[in-house]
């Protein structure tokens, strides 16, 4: 409960120390493991993100086994953030399995975020591949934004193979348990690549990413920095959140 509520707080401060914000995940953020009686797969960390006041989250393939076509539907039919995924789609009906991409405006800049789901074999699903993917949206979304961020769930390798060969892109969240310790800037556009944290089961984060990103009149990254925040005792729990959390704890005797 204590990366969650940690977690809350970690945003809030981040909400008041800058000018504009957006708060994203990479994928493998709706497996959730609550035991409240009612709560379907991902409700709960539908819910969390939704409170933590999330903008955008990519489908990772576990999320997509975890919650199925049925699931993957009911979170984005009820969540405020855009669940996203440009590659995804159902194996039954050869629909996306959530939006491709969302559209905000900060300021005078209008930022497009693209989801993109690894590729792997899921029951029920036909997962494209990323790199062609992200080729095709991108070339129409360089007529419609002026900043386009990824948030890739496709690998580091492919993450890396994408920011080489795919014009347009300024920055790349990068999902996947492969940590990449450090940013780094790839290809004739210096795509800035960055990831935060792994996945580990049980655990609600042990870090959080936090980027302080300026850009140019035209959208070019001009500078920028990077921070991963561990959410240990050092980060206050958030007393609001963590009331919501005890709350979903089955009381002792419930069925």
Do not use: C
């Not at 405006?105 to 029920?124: C, F, H, K, S």
């Not at 009149?217 to 963590?242: C, F, H, K, S």
């Amino acid at each position: 409960m204590g990366g969650v509520a940690r977690r809350a707080t970690a945003l809030q401060v981040a909400r008041v120390s800058a000018e504009h914000t957006l708060v994203l995940d990479a994928g493998h953020a709706l497996l959730d493991s609550s035991r409240r009686p009612g709560y379907l797969p991902g409700q709960v960390a539908a819910e969390a993100l939704d409170r933590m006041g999330y903008d955008a989250v990519a489908l990772g393939s576990e999320d997509l086994t975890t919650l199925g076509p049925e699931g993957v539907a009911r979170v984005q039919d009820a969540a405020q953030f855009a669940l996203l995924s440009a590659n995804a789609y159902s194996a039954n009906s050869n629909r996306l399995a959530a939006a491709p991409y969302a559209l905000f405006e900060m300021g005078e800049q209008r930022i497009a975020v693209l989801g993109l789901t690894d590729a792997r074999d899921v029951p029920g699903w036909k997962i494209t591949d990323p790199l062609r993917t992200a080729r095709h949206y991108v070339r129409r979304l360089r007529q419609e934004a002026d900043i386009i961020i990824v948030l890739s769930h496709a690998g580091q390798n492919a993450d890396r193979q994408i920011a080489l060969q795919v014009r347009g892109i300024d920055i790349i969240v990068v999902g996947g348990n492969h940590l990449l310790a450090e940013p780094i800037r790839l290809g004739r556009d210096k795509t800035l690549l960055v990831h935060a944290d792994r996945y580990s089961e049980g655990v609600a984060g042990q870090f959080v990413g936090q980027a302080e990103l300026h850009f140019g009149g035209a959208g070019q990254l001009t500078d920028y920095a990077w921070e991963r925040i561990r959410l240990d005792l050092r980060v206050a729990e958030d007393p609001v959140m963590n009331r919501w959390l005890l709350w979903l704890e089955p009381s002792e005797g419930a069925p």
